[in-house]
């Protein structure tokens, strides 16, 4: 149910949890700000309250104050699982919350300058900006904006009920909302005879307040229209290009897959095929010639195959003969250094080898060497001195014949 507190006099008027006092407009007209007072009392208006918020979150100079009732408090709890409406109240700009009020019909009230309303009422399409009052403080710049938001998805279940936000007995609820409903169909009074300044400043206040709602509640129900043509028109577009895309690249890689699939049946044919009678044509080296011959696979696997046996027959031989070049290799190393020195069995070989005699031979023949050597040393001492000697006597003789025919040439 969406309704307008319009008196501010009314004693039904919403208070803020925590206060005494309700949310009186003219408290809040130097502030530079504008306020908007929104209160839910059920489960429509409560899931209604974020759309509001969002098309209002364009507007930075806008103070929202959302107010709920029990019922809408626990329509919040209870919806919040699948349908979080929490969640996307606290994600609104300028939002402050204040939660709890009397369980009471009226479910928004907007307060306004009365300057900043009239212009307003003109536009409603311009975005809404506040502006402080001209004092020697403020020079008509625009307002900076608080939002205050809880910390966590449930303050509100921490709140304390005021004593004066208990709900009114029924004869005064009736009351009340049949002057609700008759000021709401006719928004300037005429019945007091002596109207106060204070009593015309909110009839205009709530006048414009009122102007501003249905042209922002048109708004927005004009640009989430516009948004959602907007979007299912450009995600039916870009869907359609996204298709065409994916159908191209499906066609190319489907080609692709017809190429790989018909070279790989070429290959298959080729190497089922047998090759047996298969002939191909080489070159071959005869007598330092190269000469072309064409030779048949089947007859060339079976020369091949001989040749095979053929080397493996030499294999073997080769085999046997290194075998008993390994035998006789053992046999002559026994006979000359014995089984123990190869590591072979001495039960097989008797010899215990003559390593140790032919040891024993060469020392001997060694012994026997430095003896004639010694005699060769000393037979060859006493040649020179005879040769030395004899030399010293021939020399002498020669002398001697020497002077002898001397003087027979001169005699």
Same mark, same amino acid.
């Given at each position: 149910?969406?309704?307008?507190?319009?008196?501010?006099?009314?004693?039904?008027?919403?208070?803020?949890?925590?206060?005494?006092?309700?949310?009186?407009?003219?408290?809040?007209?130097?502030?530079?700000?504008?306020?908007?007072?929104l209160?839910?009392?059920?489960?429509?208006?409560?899931?209604?309250?974020?759309?509001?918020?969002?098309?209002?979150?364009?507007?930075?100079?806008?103070?929202?104050?959302v107010?709920?009732?029990?019922?809408?408090?626990?329509?919040?709890?209870?919806?919040?699982?699948?349908?979080?409406?929490?969640?996307?109240?606290?994600?609104?700009?300028?939002?402050?919350?204040?939660?709890?009020?009397?369980?009471?019909?009226?479910?928004?009230?907007?307060?306004?300058?009365?300057?900043?309303?009239?212009?307003?009422?003109?536009?409603?399409?311009?975005?809404?900006?506040?502006?402080?009052?001209?004092?020697?403080?403020?020079?008509?710049?625009?307002?900076?904006?608080?939002?205050?938001?809880?910390?966590?998805?449930?303050?509100?279940?921490?709140?304390?009920?005021?004593?004066?936000?208990?709900?009114?007995?029924?004869?005064?609820?009736?009351?009340?909302?049949?002057?609700?409903?008759?000021?709401?169909h006719?928004?300037?009074?005429?019945?007091?005879?002596?109207?106060?300044?204070?009593?015309?400043?909110?009839?205009?206040?709530?006048?414009?307040?009122?102007?501003l709602?249905?042209?922002?509640?048109?708004?927005?129900?004009?640009?989430?229209?516009?948004?959602?043509?907007?979007? =299912?028109?450009?995600?039916? /577009?870009?869907?359609? &290009?996204?298709?065409?895309?994916?159908? %191209?690249? *499906? @066609? $190319?890689?489907?080609?692709?897959?017809?190429?790989?699939?018909?070279?790989?049946?070429?290959?298959?044919?080729?190497?089922?095929?047998?090759?047996?009678?298969?002939?191909?044509?080489t070159?071959?080296?005869?007598?330092?010639?190269?000469t072309?011959?064409?030779?048949?696979?089947?007859?060339?696997?079976?020369?091949?195959?001989?040749?095979?046996?053929?080397e493996?027959?030499?294999?073997?031989?080769?085999?046997?003969?290194?075998?008993?070049?390994?035998?006789?290799?053992?046999?002559?190393?026994?006979?000359?250094?014995?089984?123990?020195?190869?590591?072979?069995?001495?039960?097989?070989?008797?010899?215990?080898?003559?390593?140790?005699?032919?040891?024993?031979?060469?020392?001997?023949?060694?012994?026997?060497?430095?003896?004639?050597?010694?005699? =060769?040393?000393?037979?060859? /001492?006493?040649?020179? &001195?005879?040769?030395?000697a004899?030399? %010293?006597? *021939? @020399? $002498?003789?020669?002398?001697?014949?020497?002077?002898?025919?001397?003087?027979?040439?001169?005699?």
């Amino acid at each position: 149910m969406l309704q307008i507190i319009r008196a501010e006099d009314d004693i039904h008027r919403s208070r803020i949890s925590g206060t005494s006092q309700p949310f009186v407009a003219a408290d809040h007209s130097t502030d530079g700000k504008h306020h908007l007072l929104l209160a839910a009392s059920g489960s429509v208006a409560t899931i209604k309250i974020p759309n509001i918020l969002s098309a209002l979150a364009k507007y930075p100079n806008l103070s929202i104050c959302v107010i709920l009732t029990e019922a809408a408090r626990q329509f919040l709890q209870g919806q919040s699982a699948e349908q979080p409406h929490v969640d996307t109240l606290y994600r609104q700009a300028n939002f402050s919350w204040t939660m709890r009020m009397i369980t009471y019909s009226r479910v928004y009230q907007v307060d306004l300058p009365g300057s900043e309303m009239a212009r307003q009422s003109e536009n409603s399409k311009n975005a809404v900006f506040g502006h402080r009052a001209n004092s020697k403080e403020n020079d008509g710049t625009p307002a900076k904006v608080s939002a205050a938001r809880p910390n966590t998805p449930h303050d509100f279940e921490n709140c304390e009920e005021h004593p004066s936000s208990k709900a009114p007995d029924q004869d005064r609820c009736r009351e009340t909302n049949h002057q609700v409903q008759h000021e709401r169909h006719s928004p300037c009074l005429k019945e007091p005879k002596v109207v106060s300044e204070n009593q015309i400043k909110a009839c205009s206040l709530t006048m414009s307040a009122t102007c501003l709602a249905s042209s922002l509640l048109t708004s927005s129900s004009e640009s989430l229209t516009g948004a959602r043509e907007y979007i =299912l028109q450009t995600g039916e /577009e870009g869907f359609e &290009k996204v298709h065409q895309k994916l159908v %191209k690249k *499906i @066609d $190319a890689g489907i080609e692709k897959n017809k190429e790989f699939f018909n070279r790989v049946s070429n290959a298959v044919e080729i190497l089922d095929a047998p090759m047996a009678d298969e002939k191909i044509e080489t070159t071959v080296l005869r007598n330092g010639k190269r000469t072309v011959q064409v030779v048949e696979i089947g007859k060339r696997i079976v020369d091949f195959k001989k040749n095979i046996e053929k080397e493996e027959d030499k294999l073997a031989n080769y085999w046997n003969q290194y075998e008993q070049l390994q035998l006789e290799f053992e046999e002559f190393g026994v006979q000359v250094f014995g089984a123990r020195a190869l590591k072979v069995d001495e039960d097989k070989y008797d010899e215990e080898g003559y390593r140790h005699e032919v040891n024993l031979l060469e020392t001997e023949y060694h012994t026997q060497m430095e003896g004639i050597m010694e005699e =060769l040393r000393d037979i060859g /001492e006493e040649a020179i &001195k005879k040769t030395r000697a004899s030399e %010293k006597e *021939i @020399d $002498a003789v020669a002398g001697k014949e020497r002077s002898r025919l001397l003087l027979a040439f001169m005699e």
